[in-house]
């Protein structure tokens, strides 16, 4: 019954490497592929779930922890049982993995699991080219992690020029070997490099690149985790908050604080959409998106970093609250748009 069961792919990388961007490119550029999704955030506040688009009553979401952390498979289990059934009739479930998972603890998960339905699919790991080296430096465990996988998405290289674009397929090259490492810009990924029914890593047995030692060792739990080392500060706020205070927190952010995502409610006159927010290392961008039906006008956001202060940036953001945001001039805003992508 091998063929009948649906394939999961884990989708990986590191923080705002790229990964809900190619989820989306994949949902909607399915071709009539039905996929079912799972995506698990850092922090109990899950900014992914809410920027996956549409296919809502396929998506399930996990947050506040780290799916990899998982005492054993029956969380994971639960929510793949849930997609899998063939009430869906789903053709691939993908996993969008938080940014700081330790992916063969997600491979060994899906191994030990008992659902019948599933099989591992594989393991495709995002890359974030510009930050790529950086990451290397903090973290040089990531050399194993892309090793794992199954297909190497080196995203992000509209902001490389064509030179260090080569140098860094090189580099990745050297790292991972065989492994493929396709370039993408916005994760415009074909879907069929993933999906593909004869990809090796879509058979039922341990996936090529792990040894049943290496997976024994994920299992005995005992290796430090990326995660251990960041923390997710969560921020929700009903008040506006002001572009000029919010612009400044952002200007002068701890040195440890890597990523921000979220979306900001400025309620200034003319810019009254509701405001994406992604920082990736020293990246900032603002992008203007409708707010959804009977959405609240409330500002979210979920901060990761290591040795930052909780609530040092919590009342910093408080700091930002702005209770007549109406009130202030549409020029307030300036400092806002000169990051803003429309
Ligand atoms: N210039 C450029 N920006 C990109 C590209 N892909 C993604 N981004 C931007 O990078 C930021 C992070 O993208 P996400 O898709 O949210 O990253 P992620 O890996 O899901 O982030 P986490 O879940 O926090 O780990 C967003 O602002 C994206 O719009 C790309 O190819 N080029």
Not at 26 to 36: F, V, Y
Not at 202 to 229: G, I, K, N, Y
Request: proline letters at 5%; one cysteine or more; hydrophobic letters at 40%.
């Amino acid at each position: 019954m091998g063929s009948a069961r649906i394939p999961v792919v884990i989708l990986a990388g590191h923080l705002g490497a790229g990964k809900t961007t190619l989820l989306n490119h994949l949902l909607g550029n399915a071709d009539g592929l039905r996929i079912g999704v799972v995506v698990n955030d850092f922090g109990s506040v899950n900014i992914d779930a809410m920027s996956v688009a549409g296919h809502v009553d396929s998506t399930v979401s996990l947050s506040n922890g780290c799916l990899c952390c998982a005492v054993d498979a029956s969380g994971l289990d639960d929510l793949l049982g849930r997609l899998a059934r063939p009430s869906r009739r789903l053709d691939v479930i993908v996993v969008e993995a938080s940014g700081l998972a330790e992916p063969r603890d997600l491979i060994r998960l899906l191994l030990a699991s008992d659902n019948d339905a599933i099989t591992y699919g594989g393991l495709v790991e995002v890359v974030d080219a510009v930050e790529f080296e950086r990451t290397r430096e903090r973290h040089p465990e990531v050399d194993a992690q892309l090793r794992v996988a199954d297909l190497v998405v080196l995203n992000k290289v509209d902001r490389l020029a064509a030179d260090d674009r080569h140098r860094l397929t090189a580099v990745l090259r050297d790292i991972v070997e065989e492994v493929p490492v396709v370039a993408t810009t916005r994760g415009r990924l074909d879907p069929g490099l993933l999906f593909d029914r004869r990809l090796p890593a879509q058979s039922d047995s341990v996936p090529r690149q792990l040894s049943f030692d290496e997976l024994l060792a994920a299992t005995r739990h005992d290796h430090d985790h990326l995660h251990e080392h960041y923390e997710a500060v969560d921020f929700v706020t009903d008040q506006a908050l002001h572009p000029r205070r919010l612009m400044d927190f952002l200007d002068a952010r701890p040195t440890g604080l890597y990523r921000i995502k979220g979306f900001v409610h400025f309620g200034v006159p003319g810019h009254r959409e509701r405001y994406t927010v992604h920082a990736v290392g020293s990246f900032l961008r603002f992008e203007p998106t409708r707010w959804r039906r009977g959405e609240g006008r409330t500002s979210t956001l979920v901060l990761i970093g290591s040795g930052v202060d909780p609530e040092d940036i919590r009342a910093r953001l408080r700091a930002c609250e702005e209770p007549a945001p109406h009130a202030l001039p549409p020029e307030s805003m300036l400092c806002v748009l000169r990051h803003t992508q429309h």
